[in-house]
T-cell receptor
């Protein structure tokens, strides 16, 4: 069985500051990892995904994440955030046997203050 | 706009009732997924259909059922509703069966309130 733990339920940060949202996963097989963003009253939008290859993955809106197999982590980072980045962020995991089923973490609410 | 549409956007009903949520996937997508987002359980996978057939089942209650029609739209039926069924229900679609490497595109969701 897979599981995902997002270590922070809320992260407040000032505009133009860097941010890291932490995600750890548990799985007995090779995994695929995803970060989704949910803006208020909207559906989820894919930010980036790790399937294989380079452990540093770049996504949309200036976000990137690093896959660390030894630490079973997939932390999301952005060097300089904007007010518009205020949203809830979800880390998710899948694997070959899951037929695409995503297991999500509990979410991290990122609030960017002016 | 992801290209996935869900209707209705909001639904208010009473305990014991039955409702149907509808999802139209993106053009060309064969897989449809249903997820439930609630405050206490978070985002949970319910069920997946591929080209009309059920392919994977998650934490879906027996009171809930789904189907995918020949035109690939999908419906999620929730019956004998309880207060705890109040949640946001998302539909997502992707291109193919495995979909493990394919992006799932999420609809805007249907917010269900059971009173």
């Amino acid at each position: 069985a897979q599981s995902v733990t997002q270590l922070d339920s809320q992260v407040p940060v000032f505009e133009e500051a860097p941010v890291e949202l932490r995600c750890n996963y548990s799985s007995s097989v090779s995994v695929y990892l995803f970060w989704y963003v949910q803006y208020p009253n909207q559906g989820l939008q894919l930010l980036l995904k790790y399937l294989s290859g380079s452990t540093l993955v770049k996504g949309i809106n200036g976000f990137e994440a690093e896959f660390n197999k030894s630490q079973t982590s997939f932390h999301l980072r952005k060097p300089s955030v904007h007010i518009s980045d205020t949203a809830e962020y979800f880390c998710a995991v899948s694997d070959r046997a899951s037929y695409g089923k995503l297991t999500f973490g509990q979410g991290t609410i990122l609030t960017v203050h002016p | 706009d992801s290209g996935v549409t869900q209707t209705p956007k909001h639904l208010i009903t009473a305990t014991g009732q039955r409702v149907t949520l509808r999802c139209s996937p993106r053009s060309g997508d064969l897989s449809v997924y249903w997820y439930q987002q609630s405050l206490d359980q978070g985002l949970q996978f319910l069920i997946q259909y591929y080209n009309g057939e059920e392919r994977a089942k998650g934490n879906i209650l027996e009171r809930f059922s789904a189907q995918q029609f020949p035109d690939l739209h999908s419906e999620l039926n929730l019956s004998s509703l309880e207060l705890g069924d109040s949640a946001l229900y998302f539909c997502a679609s992707s291109v193919d069966l495995a979909a493990t490497q394919e992006t799932q595109y999420f609809g805007p969701g249907t917010r269900l309130l059971v009173l």
